[in-house]
Nanobody, 120 residues
Framework: QVQLVESGGGLVRPGGSLRLSCVAS????????MGWYRQVVGRQREFIAT???????DYADSVKGRFTISGDFVNKTVYLQLNSLKLGNTAVYYC??????????????WGQGTQVTVSS
């Protein structure tokens, strides 16, 4: 099992910034990707960004240019810098990690989520 702990959420005004952090622990061998998703009550969880141990990065179009992901696979940590936040960015932000299990199959793990609230 992999445990993920997020931090850094909070209340911020429109146009403000936050930095989210996520640390993985437990069976972290075979971890090859870490990323972020978000979810609003009543809606599906949506992809934000991902970083892999091969230094590939991908973003959802809606956050390109405003959010920046950085992965540290030595320390099994991933960060998400959120800039120019908008009211519509209010959501619970979840850390995600993907690992190759002993049987060779990929498995995704989730953190408990951290609330980001953008409000004036």
């Amino acid at each position: 099992q992999v445990q993920l702990v997020e931090s850094g959420g909070g209340l911020v005004r429109p146009g403000g910034s936050l930095r989210l952090s996520c640390v993985a622990s437990g069976k972290i061998g075979g971890l090859y990707a870490m990323g972020w998703y978000r979810q609003v009550v009543g809606r599906q969880r949506e992809f934000i960004a991902t970083s892999t141990n091969r230094d590939t990065i991908d973003y959802a179009d809606s956050v390109k240019g405003r959010f920046t992901i950085s992965g540290d696979f030595v320390n099994k940590t991933v960060y998400l810098q959120l800039n120019s936040l908008k009211l519509g960015n209010t959501a619970v932000y979840y850390c995600s990690a993907e690992r190759l299990e002993a049987n060779g199959s990929p498995r995704r793990y989730w953190g408990q989520g951290t609330q980001v609230t953008v409000s004036s």
